[in-house]
């Protein structure tokens, strides 16, 4: 079936913009996951939904950020007032239940955002 | 602060040879175990996962967990110039948030597989 799927794939937007990033994770799959990684580095969590809760957004880094998911299925993630130091990719990733260990996270193709 | 450490790299290896890619974590109530591959320019793909000690073996692949040193190793055997890549370790704890199974990677170790 369809995997993980993000868009935009590129984003370029001038600094003090909002954006929005859209995921639409694995049909069924109950856990949605933001990350954020940068060049050389692994991706570092932002925020889980489970269905339509957002219950964890401790990776946010601060309150220019914010995510939903308003029917369980598809999340956007938005960033206000865009700065330089945004710029990196977000990826998103879905399991099927998030709350057993063995579950397994499948991660979209990412968005590349730069802010010039 | 949960930490995943993992050598960077690159680590270069000759075709058909064993390659084995290693991995540290700091928190002791982290539960699974996640190796990711990545190629260059691509999202990060599970291989394979592991929660209890001793060996799991996926085909090539073995993965390697011992909770009491905090160490987990993947073992590629027969390496094959396709399996040149960056891999990832990633752990959970079940407690980290309000019941997330977030994923905390390490850095990622290249993996160059020389024909």
């Known amino acids: 079936g369809a995997g993980v799927s993000q868009s935009p794939r590129y984003k370029v937007t001038k600094r003090g913009q909002d954006v929005a990033l859209r995921c639409d994770p694995i049909s069924g799959h109950v856990s949605l996951y933001w990350y954020r990684q940068a060049l050389g580095q692994g991706p570092e969590f932002l925020t889980y939904f489970n269905y339509e809760a957002q219950q964890d957004k401790s990776g946010l880094p601060n309150d220019r950020f914010s995510a939903e998911r308003p029917e369980g299925s598809i999340s956007t993630l938005t960033i206000q007032r865009t700065e330089q130091r945004d710029s990196a990719m977000y990826r998103c990733?879905?399991?099927?239940?998030?709350?057993?260990?063995?579950?397994?996270?499948?991660f979209g193709p990412g968005t590349r955002l730069t802010v010039t | 602060q949960k930490e995943v450490e993992q050598n960077s790299g690159p680590l270069s290896v000759p075709e058909g040879a064993i390659a084995s890619l290693n991995c540290t974590y700091s928190?002791?109530?982290?539960?699974?175990f996640f190796w990711y591959r990545q190629y260059s320019g691509k999202s990060p793909e599970l291989i394979m996962f592991?929660?209890?000690?001793g060996d799991k073996e996926d085909g090539r692949f073995t993965a390697q967990l011992n909770k009491a040193s905090q160490y987990v190793s993947l073992l590629i055997r027969d390496s094959q110039p396709s399996d040149s890549a960056t891999y990832l370790c990633?752990?959970?704890?079940?407690?980290?948030?309000?019941?997330?199974?977030?994923?905390?990677f390490g850095k990622g170790t290249k993996l160059s597989v020389i024909p």
């Open positions: 592991i929660y209890s000690n």
């Open positions: 990733a879905s399991s099927l239940f998030g709350r057993e260990r063995s579950d397994e996270q499948y």
């Open positions: 990633a752990v959970t704890t079940p407690y980290s948030g309000a019941g997330s199974y977030q994923l905390t």
């Open positions: 928190d002791r109530g982290s539960q699974s």
